[in-house]
């Protein structure tokens, strides 16, 4: 009898974790979450993976991973059964092994892109969606007094999904933003989400035709945000190629040479595509445009990204659900059943799970945070994000310098410019710079208490 299986989910924030099989995969209650919490075709099949799927029972591995995209693993009465494609290979031994060829199988086919960009400085998660020129002007001067690489404009730049150009907030402009960031010496990043649409935008009403359309032909909605459906585009159209092309190329032009890409999934959700393919094949197409519209120099973080079918064009993939500043929305996991909401302990959780996939793509675990100033974490919690940043080796926050006091810059300093020989002492567990720092704890997803 299998013990515990390895849930792999399929996008950026879907949970990834080892599952006791004798529990029940905590069940996602509202549909409007299980749009966004993992591939909705397979909703319901909650003991199901993402491309792979691997038993752990007394100390050995058994690991059966799809070499070709569009694949699934299912668990029936204690195995793993393979849905989708004829390419498998089984690895079987202890767990880092088994994984390592698993990964290594799939890089030999799909490639291996692992770039590392030097410490992250992002807007998103102490400004949110509010930010404006004139904040990102002050904010790049304190940050430039810091080792940092790049400086990445999150959402709240831009019209609205589909509509890339700059809002009021950005009078001058993007080009001007940019040149203020590369003035300060840093790298300039912008976030985007190239295969998302809102369906107030000004694409959505002037090119219909680019939606993905469900059976009923109506647009198919893959996420709620920002007060707006968001909706998908058909990449598997060459008109939507070509405009996503231009989107791509018109933000380098800019002189952004660092973008974010985000809601990526949207661009493998399921509906019915012009030219019919799977929907990881079609995903792929469109990100190998995107890769091309953006030149090999470009560093591409893919963010809200199907994780296997990106490997080999992206330089780093988000692996988790999105930080927080606090440690858990339970309303959200324990009583719905998504982990795949942001908060501290989802990104950890699942990030840590998707460690594995370390050299055939850089992992970013989300930013860490320094601050006291509007944060709930401890600073234990915080410091379990910083070192896994630390194991994961891309190191990003959110941090404004100046929010912090003289303690946290200095923690900051030391991240920053800490390259700590990392050692793995178990499963659960690293020596990160001769501290042992324990996963343990706050790894695996449990139901709500009945
Ligand atoms: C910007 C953010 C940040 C963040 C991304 C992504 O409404 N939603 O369901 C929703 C899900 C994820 C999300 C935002 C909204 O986060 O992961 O780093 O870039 O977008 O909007």
Redesign the pocket.
């Known amino acids: 009898m299998a013990a515990s299986f390895y849930r792999h989910g399929w996008h ?2 879907s949970p990834a974790a080892w599952h006791d099989t004798a529990r029940p995969w905590p069940r996602v209650t509202l549909p409007d979450l299980i749009i ?1 919490a993992d591939d909705p075709e397979f909703a319901t099949d909650l003991l199901s993976g993402s491309g792979l799927g691997a038993i752990e029972s007394d100390g050995e591995v058994t690991l059966l991973g799809a070499l070709h995209l569009d694949s699934r693993v299912r668990m029936v009465d204690g195995e793993m059964i393979p849905l989708g494609g004829e390419d498998w290979i089984t690895a079987k031994g202890l767990e880092e092994a088994a994984f390592a060829s698993y990964r290594e199988g799939f890089c030999k086919r799909w490639g291996t892109r692992a770039t590392d960009p030097g410490p992250v400085w ?1 807007s ?2 102490s400004f949110w ?1 509010n930010i404006d020129e004139d904040l990102m002007t002050k904010t790049v001067a304190d940050v430039a007094q810091f080792p940092f690489s790049v400086f990445q404009i ?2 709240g730049w831009e019209r609205a999904l589909g509509d890339w150009q700059a809002n009021s907030s950005f009078r001058s402009g993007m080009p001007a933003m940019a040149e203020r960031i590369r003035e300060k010496g840093l790298r300039p990043g912008l ?1 985007m ?1 190239p295969f998302a649409v809102h369906r107030r935008s000004e694409l959505a009403d002037r090119y219909p035709q680019f939606l993905l359309l469900n059976d009923e032909g109506t647009p198919v909605r893959f ?4 007060g707006d459906d ?1 909706l998908a585009l058909d990449v598997t159209r060459s008109d939507v190629l070509e405009w996503v092309r231009e989107t791509v190329a018109s933000a380098i032009g800019w002189g952004f040479d660092y973008l ?1 890409l ?2 990526l999934y949207a661009g493998a959700f399921p509906g019915r595509r012009e030219t019919p393919m799977g929907r990881e094949e079609g995903y792929r197409r469109a990100i190998e445009t995107v890769r091309s519209a953006a030149g090999e120099n470009t560093f591409l973080l893919a ?2 990204a199907p994780i296997l079918a990106s490997i080999g064009l992206f330089d780093a993939i ?1 692996i988790g ?2 930080a927080a500043p606090y440690w858990e929305d339970t309303a959200r996991t324990r009583w719905l059943g998504d982990w795949s ?2 908060g501290a302990r989802n990104a950890i959780a699942t990030s840590f799970s998707r460690l594995w996939l370390q050299r055939a793509i850089t992992l970013d675990p ?1 930013v860490a945070f320094f601050r006291s100033r509007s944060n709930l974490l401890t600073p234990s919690q915080r410091r379990l994000g910083q070192d896994l940043a630390l194991i994961s080796g891309f190191r990003s926050t959110s941090d404004p310098p100046a929010w912090l006091d003289l303690e946290e810059r200095q923690l900051l300093e030391e991240f920053l410019n800490d390259r700590p020989v990392v050692l793995r002492s178990s499963s659960t567990s690293f020596e990160v710079g001769g501290r042992h720092v324990d996963f343990q704890p706050v790894l695996g997803f449990e139901d709500r208490p009945s």
């Open positions: 950026s924030w966004n992002c998103w998660y969606g999150d959402a976030w989400a996420a709620h945000n920002w968001g974010k985000d809601f963010c809200g988000r659900p999105d909401g942001p989300d």
